[in-house]
C-alpha cells in the first residue's frame, strides 16, 4: 500500500522540505497529554478566512486517506525556523483523542530542538494556524482570545494548538474544498515577542503653575525663512530637561512677547502650546515683529538700541518613558 507524500514545490521555496518517509512514525516522543491540551483551556477560539497565505511555513500532504489506513496517528513536519526559535506542526489526522479532539482534525504548533535553550527558557508567542481552502483559494484561519492572547511555551508546555481544529465530517466533504482529490494544506505563523514592550507614562499637570527650568531664547534679527529681511525671527529652546527621563517629553504652553518700554505694556503677544523633547528643535515663529513696526519710536520696542523680550512657559503635562 502506497505512503501519503508531502509536496513542498508550490508552497515552500526557500523553505526545508519534508522527508514524509522519516517524519510518519507512529510513535510519539513526548507525553501528548501534558504538552497539547488545548481547546479545554483556551477560553476563545477565532475562526476567520483570508486571501494571504501563512507567512512563515506551510506543507501539503497528499494521499491524505492513507495516514488513517496505515494507523499513523500523528504526524510532525519538518523544522522551520520564526523569531530565532524552531517550530514544527503536530498533525493528528483523526483527532487528538487524549485532548477532546474526537471526530476532529487536531493541529498544534511545537517548539523544537530546545535542548540548545538555557535552563528556564520561556517564550511568549501569538500564532495563527491555517488551512488551505482549494476550491475558495482560501485560507482558513484559527487563532485564540480573538488573536490577542500571548501563549507560553516553556520546558513543560512546548506545544498550543487546537483539539477540534476542524471536524472530521466538514473537512472530508468534497464540497468544503480542504480535502480536494485527497490532498489538503495546512500552515503557520508564529510571532515571538522577543523584548519588553516600550511603554510611557503621561501625567497631566492640575492647577499648573508657570515653573523654572532652563529655557533659552534665539533671535534672527534681521528673520529667517519666510521672515527673512522683513522680520525679527523668536524662538524658544529648551537647555535641560532634567525633569523627564531619556526619551521622554513635555506638554507645554508659552508665551513671547516685546515689552513696551515706554509705558512697560506686553505688546506683540504671542502663545501656543506644543509636546517638546530634549533634544527638540526650537518653537515659535519666523515673523514675530515687522522689522518697520520694531524701529517705529512711537511703539517703544527699541529704545537706546534695546529691545526686551520676555517669555512664560507653563508645563501642562509631563511623558515619562517607562522602559
Same mark, same amino acid.
Given at each position: 500500500? =502506497?505512503?501519503?507524500?508531502? *509536496?513542498?514545490?508550490?508552497? %515552500? /521555496?526557500?523553505?526545508?522540505?519534508?522527508?514524509?518517509?522519516?517524519?510518519?512514525?507512529?510513535?510519539?516522543?513526548?507525553?501528548?497529554?501534558?504538552? #497539547?491540551?488545548?481547546?479545554?483551556?483556551?477560553?476563545?477560539?477565532?475562526?476567520?478566512?483570508?486571501?494571504?497565505?501563512?507567512?512563515?511555513?506551510?506543507?501539503?500532504?497528499?494521499?491524505?486517506? #492513507?495516514?488513517?489506513?496505515? +494507523?499513523?496517528?500523528?504526524?510532525?513536519?519538518? *523544522?522551520?525556523?520564526?523569531?530565532?526559535?524552531?517550530?514544527?506542526?503536530?498533525?493528528?489526522?483523526?483527532?487528538?483523542?487524549?485532548?477532546? =479532539?474526537?471526530?476532529?482534525? &487536531?493541529?498544534?504548533?511545537?517548539? +523544537? *530542538?530546545?535542548? +540548545?535553550?538555557?535552563?528556564?527558557?520561556?517564550?511568549?508567542?501569538?500564532?495563527?494556524?491555517? #488551512?488551505?481552502? $482549494?476550491?475558495?483559494?482560501?485560507?482558513?484561519?484559527?487563532?485564540?482570545?480573538?488573536?490577542?492572547?500571548?501563549?507560553?511555551?516553556?520546558?513543560?508546555?512546548?506545544?498550543?494548538?487546537? &483539539?477540534?481544529?476542524?471536524?472530521?465530517?466538514?473537512?472530508?466533504?468534497?464540497?468544503?474544498?480542504? #480535502? /480536494?482529490?485527497?490532498?489538503?494544506?495546512?500552515?503557520?505563523?508564529?510571532?515571538?515577542?522577543?523584548?519588553?514592550?516600550?511603554?510611557?507614562?503621561?501625567?497631566? /499637570?492640575?492647577? !499648573?503653575?508657570?515653573?523654572?527650568?532652563?529655557?533659552?531664547?534665539?533671535? @534672527?534679527?534681521?528673520?529667517?525663512?519666510?521672515?527673512? @529681511?522683513?522680520?525679527?525671527? %523668536?524662538?524658544?529652546? !529648551?537647555? *535641560?530637561?532634567?525633569?523627564? +527621563?531619556?526619551?521622554?517629553?513635555?506638554?507645554?504652553?508659552? $508665551?513671547?512677547?516685546?515689552?513696551?518700554?515706554?509705558?512697560?505694556?506686553?505688546?506683540?503677544?504671542?502663545?501656543? &502650546?506644543?509636546?517638546?523633547?530634549?533634544?527638540?528643535?526650537?518653537?515659535?515663529? $519666523?515673523?514675530?515683529?515687522? %522689522?518697520?513696526?520694531?524701529?517705529?519710536?512711537?511703539? =517703544?520696542?527699541?529704545?537706546?538700541?534695546?529691545?526686551? /523680550?520676555?517669555?512664560?512657559?507653563?508645563?501642562?503635562?509631563?511623558?515619562?518613558?517607562?522602559?
Amino acid at each position: 500500500m =502506497g505512503e501519503p507524500t508531502v *509536496d513542498k514545490k508550490a508552497h %515552500l /521555496v526557500g523553505k526545508p522540505t519534508v522527508d514524509i518517509k522519516a517524519h510518519l512514525v507512529n510513535k510519539p516522543t513526548v507525553d501528548m497529554k501534558a504538552h #497539547l491540551v488545548d481547546t479545554i483551556l483556551t477560553p476563545v477560539i477565532t475562526r476567520s478566512v483570508r486571501d494571504l497565505p501563512p507567512t512563515h511555513y506551510s506543507f501539503r500532504i497528499q494521499s491524505f486517506s #492513507l495516514l488513517s489506513k496505515n +494507523s499513523i496517528t500523528r504526524y510532525e513536519s519538518t *523544522d522551520f525556523k520564526s523569531g530565532g526559535y524552531n517550530w514544527k506542526l503536530s498533525l493528528y489526522p483523526s483527532g487528538n483523542t487524549d485532548a477532546n =479532539g474526537k471526530d476532529h482534525v &487536531s493541529l498544534y504548533l511545537m517548539m +523544537s *530542538d530546545t535542548n +540548545s535553550l538555557p535552563a528556564g527558557w520561556e517564550v511568549n508567542v501569538i500564532f495563527r494556524l491555517f #488551512l488551505f481552502d $482549494q476550491i475558495q483559494d482560501k485560507y482558513l484561519v484559527l487563532e485564540d482570545n480573538n488573536g490577542g492572547r500571548f501563549r507560553l511555551f516553556h520546558e513543560l508546555k512546548k506545544g498550543w494548538g487546537f &483539539s477540534q481544529f476542524i471536524p472530521l465530517a466538514t473537512f472530508n466533504n468534497p464540497g468544503s474544498g480542504y #480535502l /480536494v482529490n485527497d490532498s489538503c494544506e495546512f500552515g503557520a505563523e508564529v510571532f515571538v515577542r522577543t523584548s519588553a514592550p516600550k511603554s510611557e507614562s503621561l501625567s497631566m /499637570v492640575m492647577n !499648573a503653575k508657570t515653573v523654572r527650568h532652563t529655557w533659552k531664547t534665539i533671535v @534672527y534679527p534681521k528673520g529667517r525663512d519666510s521672515g527673512k @529681511y522683513n522680520s525679527i525671527s %523668536l524662538y524658544i529652546m !529648551a537647555a *535641560d530637561m532634567e525633569i523627564i +527621563s531619556p526619551g521622554g517629553k513635555l506638554f507645554i504652553k508659552y $508665551q513671547l512677547w516685546l515689552k513696551n518700554q515706554i509705558n512697560s505694556r506686553k505688546d506683540v503677544l504671542f502663545n501656543a &502650546s506644543t509636546w517638546t523633547s530634549f533634544p527638540k528643535i526650537y518653537y515659535g515663529w $519666523q515673523k514675530f515683529i515687522d %522689522l518697520k513696526a520694531l524701529h517705529d519710536d512711537a511703539k =517703544g520696542f527699541l529704545l537706546n538700541d534695546t529691545c526686551i /523680550v520676555e517669555a512664560e512657559i507653563t508645563v501642562l503635562g509631563i511623558v515619562n518613558k517607562l522602559r
